[in-house]
């Protein structure tokens, strides 16, 4: 964000900003370059912290063995593992498929992952 004034003013040219902070900032002028280098450098702080706190959280959950979130499975284990008696069976593994609602592909690594 930094580097975007930096490069006008090198072109002779400055960035005008409407609204940073409920005033108007030009960074042609010396007051208005400061005002938006603190603005850009309070913003850039304010990122770092929550990237840390979430990796923090994150963290701290995984040692606890949490739930990370993430889309809930629709099928429990036992579901799968009885599709895959049926194609062992014969059946037709787009038919266990769709009888599941789900695509072949999901049904193959959802047995895949069951497997190891």
Same mark, same amino acid.
């Given at each position: 964000?930094?580097?975007?004034?930096?490069?006008?003013? %090198?072109? %002779?040219?400055?960035?005008?900003?409407?609204? #940073?902070?409920?005033?108007?900032? !030009?960074?042609?002028?010396?007051?208005?370059?400061? =005002?938006?280098? =603190?603005?850009?450098?309070? *913003?850039?702080?304010? #990122?770092?912290? +929550?990237?840390?706190?979430?990796?923090?959280?994150?963290? +701290?959950?995984?040692?606890?063995? $949490?739930? &990370?979130?993430?889309? +809930?499975?629709?099928?429990?284990? @036992?579901?799968? &593992?009885?599709?895959?008696? &049926?194609?062992? *069976?014969?059946?037709?593994?787009?038919? =266990?498929?769709?009888? #599941?609602?789900?695509?072949?592909?999901? &049904? !193959?690594?959802?047995?895949?992952?069951? @497997? $190891?």
């Amino acid at each position: 964000m930094l580097a975007l004034p930096e490069e006008l003013r %090198g072109r %002779g040219a400055g960035l005008r900003v409407l609204n #940073l902070g409920g005033v108007n900032v !030009y960074t042609g002028t010396p007051m208005g370059s400061m =005002v938006f280098t =603190v603005m850009a450098a309070l *913003a850039q702080m304010e #990122l770092d912290i +929550k990237r840390d706190r979430i990796t923090d959280s994150v963290t +701290k959950h995984r040692a606890a063995g $949490k739930d &990370l979130g993430g889309r +809930k499975q629709q099928l429990t284990d @036992s579901q799968i &593992l009885n599709a895959r008696r &049926l194609i062992d *069976a014969g059946e037709p593994a787009p038919q =266990v498929a769709r009888d #599941l609602r789900m695509s072949r592909a999901t &049904l !193959y690594r959802r047995i895949g992952a069951l @497997s $190891k």
